[in-house]
Every structure is written in structure tokens, then in C-alpha cells.
Nanobody, 123 residues
Framework: QEQLVESGGGLVQAGDSLRLSCAASARTFSTLPIGWFRQAPGKEREFVASISWSGINIFYGDSVKGRFTISRDNSKIMVYLQMSSLKPEDTAVYYC????????????????WGQGTQVTVSS
């Protein structure tokens, strides 16, 4: 069964860095765009970053530009989200997703989702 599994979340202080990983179970994911979204309590799921299968096309949400970096290693079927200069407002459950159709910044456009990993940033 094809699936995505996030890891690397945790509790950090403001200004710290954290790297999230998204592991895919199937080789087909290495040919698909992968995205990261996040959802804070009481808020809608928010686009964080996305990367094309080649790694050439990369997009970031406005709130994380300059602080987060998305990358992928297709040989390992892994996608990473390096988060730096973390802020309390970055606190959320972070999800990776695959295989979008349409607007990549809309969560509804993505077909496969992981279960999420919690990131908590204390002030």
C-alpha cells in the first residue's frame, strides 16, 4: 500500500532549527511532486512548500520563505523540510502530500497524505 510517513517533529524553542522527513513507501512517489502543509488548531490546512519530482520547481508559502528549505532524495524516496528561525506561530501538525492536480497551494489538490508530525515552538 502506498503511503507517506512524516517524522522529525518535536518541541523546540523560538529561533531553533528542525528537519522534518517524509518517507514514501512506493517507488512511484519518486516521480511525483511532494508538498508540505501544516495545520494549527482551529485553522485551515496551510501550504508550506512543494517540490517537483526533479527538484527544479520549488515553491514556498509566504510565511516560511527564507526560513524553510524543501529538498528531496529520489534514490531514498525521501523529502525533507529544513526549518530554521522557528517562531511560535510555526506550531502545527505538519503533513507531507503527493500527486497534486491543479493548484499546488490548495490542500484539496493533493491525493496522498501522511499522518502528520507535531511541531511545537515555545517562546
Amino acid at each position: 500500500q502506498e503511503q507517506l510517513v512524516e517524522s522529525g517533529g518535536g518541541l523546540v524553542q523560538a529561533g531553533d532549527s528542525l528537519r522534518l522527513s517524509c518517507a514514501a513507501s512506493a517507488r512511484t512517489f519518486s516521480t511525483l511532486p511532494i508538498g508540505w502543509f501544516r495545520q494549527a488548531p482551529g485553522k485551515e490546512r496551510e501550504f508550506v512548500a512543494s517540490i517537483s519530482w526533479s527538484g527544479i520547481n520549488i515553491f514556498y508559502g509566504d510565511s516560511v520563505k527564507g526560513r524553510f528549505t524543501i529538498s528531496r532524495d529520489n534514490s531514498k524516496i525521501m523529502v525533507y523540510l529544513q526549518m530554521s528561525s522557528l517562531k511560535p506561530e510555526d506550531t502545527a501538525v505538519y503533513y507531507c502530500a503527493a500527486d497534486p492536480e491543479g493548484d499546488w497551494k490548495r490542500s484539496q489538490s493533493w491525493s496522498f497524505w501522511g499522518q502528520g508530525t507535531q511541531v511545537t515552538v515555545s517562546s
